[in-house]
């Protein structure tokens, strides 16, 4: 995934005790003054307008951001003096002059504070520290049963995250939240996970819990919208409008985003593309169903389905040893589940009329021989040849993504517009840094 914004506002303002908003002569704020408060939000608005500004460009001048921005350059030079201080903003380089005194250059501290993102397993947890720039800087894999078990999960969080720390020597005060990716149904402004079949789990209070354990700000979200979120915030989507991540696997889903806003639907369960049903007299799914698309063409499916065939049971590494060797058998099986796929996709393409779609997953490890005739179906089978306008990405993959996903779950919060109180978890904010 390429490194380096849902721009919509958060879905949901936490708030920290404590913190406070600076006017531009330094008092703090207080919105029992109306006149006050709507002076502190102004600036507000206008430190997070200048925050993202530099951080979408890389790097920046003064003057520039004045103009972008329309701010005066006095307001500027007054706000980016504070985050200079602050250890927000870094003083980079000097730009080459066109006459006159050289510009200087404007960039995040990618060190000014660090995240830690965490994907939960049926069979153990991934845990990465990021940096602002989405930057792993240490990562852990921690192997245990998850499945029917929330407590585990629970004690496993604690110690993963203590001992990442510890081995990236970061200090908790330079910590500015946990996200933590899952599958299942996810009420992300409660911090629920409604359920997961996958997890076996239902109404499991994840973030309340977390946070008083941790004494951390914690974020949960379905483990797909956040490779979405994370697709938009520094990677192949920074550009788009509208697009869907398709996450192929074990599982099956979507991440979908319209009008650069990430769309989970009225009870958090968009996108469980998985579980739509392709074949009524098809075979059971874990949800429960018979013939949903993920029992069709998971990869619990293919192994199957190959294993049948071969004689014996089959691994998802010896799946991918056959279908890269040309196994014919293998070869078949995993181009035509690429095909009935490809067929469910193109109508999603249909409905949604996104510009991008980003496949990722796991299952991209079986390579063109399922990934192509996924993008043919795209191509042929979408309304109107809509197929032939939708720019379609392959994202290599690791296991960290979607810790790394779920890190910028945090990212997004902290660089987010601040709420019309003075208190957020905005970066400018953090007590620490």
């Not at 697709?231 to 409008?241: L, M, N």
Request: aromatic residues 4%.
């Amino acid at each position: 995934m390429a490194r380096k914004q849902l721009n919509a506002p958060a879905q949901r303002k936490s708030s920290l005790a404590g913190a406070s908003v600076q006017g531009d002569g330094g008092a703090s704020e207080s919105p029992r003054n109306p006149q006050r408060g709507s002076r502190a939000l102004m600036r507000e608005l206008n430190v997070s307008l200048l925050i993202e500004l530099v951080r979408s460009a890389g790097s920046i001048s003064r003057a520039e951001l004045a103009r972008q921005s329309k701010l005066s350059a006095p307001t500027v030079g007054t706000i980016v003096d504070h985050l200079l201080e602050r250890g927000i903003l870094v003083e980079v380089a000097i730009a080459p002059s066109n006459g006159g005194r050289p510009p200087v250059l404007l960039s995040i501290d990618a060190t000014a504070g660090y995240v830690i993102g965490i994907k939960l397993r049926g069979d153990g947890l991934t845990t990465v520290v990021c940096d602002l720039e989405a930057q792993i800087v240490a990562s852990r894999e921690f192997p245990v049963s998850l499945v029917g078990d929330s407590g585990e999960a629970m004690h496993a969080i604690v110690s993963e995250v203590r001992q990442i720390l510890r081995e990236a020597r970061v200090p908790r005060s330079k910590v500015l939240g946990v996200g933590i990716g899952l599958s299942g149904v996810i009420d992300s402004t409660a911090g629920v996970c409604v359920s997961s079949h996958l997890l076996q789990w239902h109404n499991v209070e994840l973030e309340s819990t977390l946070r008083r354990l941790l004494r951390l700000p914690v974020w949960i979200d379905n483990d797909v919208n956040t490779l979405a979120v994370a697709e938009k915030w520094s990677g192949d989507a920074r550009g788009a409008r509208h697009f869907v991540t398709l996450s192929i696997g074990r599982g099956i889903g979507l991440g979908i985003v319209i009008d650069r806003s990430l769309y989970r639907g009225a009870y958090g369960s968009s996108g469980e593309f998985g579980h739509i049903i392709v074949e009524p007299a098809g075979p059971t799914c874990e949800c429960g169903r018979s013939g949903c698309l993920e029992a069709m063409v998971g990869e619990d499916s293919m192994r199957r389905q190959v294993g049948e065939r071969l004689g014996h049971e089959v691994s998802r590494d010896e799946l991918i040893s056959l279908v890269k060797s040309g196994d014919l058998v293998a070869c078949d099986v995993v181009a035509s589940a690429g095909r009935t796929l490809g067929l469910s996709v193109a109508n999603v393409l249909t409905l949604l009329n996104p510009e991008l779609l980003i496949i990722c997953g796991e299952g991209t490890e079986l390579g063109p021989t399922f990934l192509d005739p996924i993008i043919r179906s795209v191509r042929e089978e979408t309304f109107a040849s809509l197929g032939l306008k939708v720019e379609v990405k392959i994202q290599s993959w690791g296991d960290e993504a979607w810790a790394v996903g779920a890190a910028t779950l945090v990212l997004r919060e902290s660089f987010s517009l601040p709420g019309s109180d003075t208190r957020s978890l905005a970066i400018w904010h953090r007590i620490g840094i």
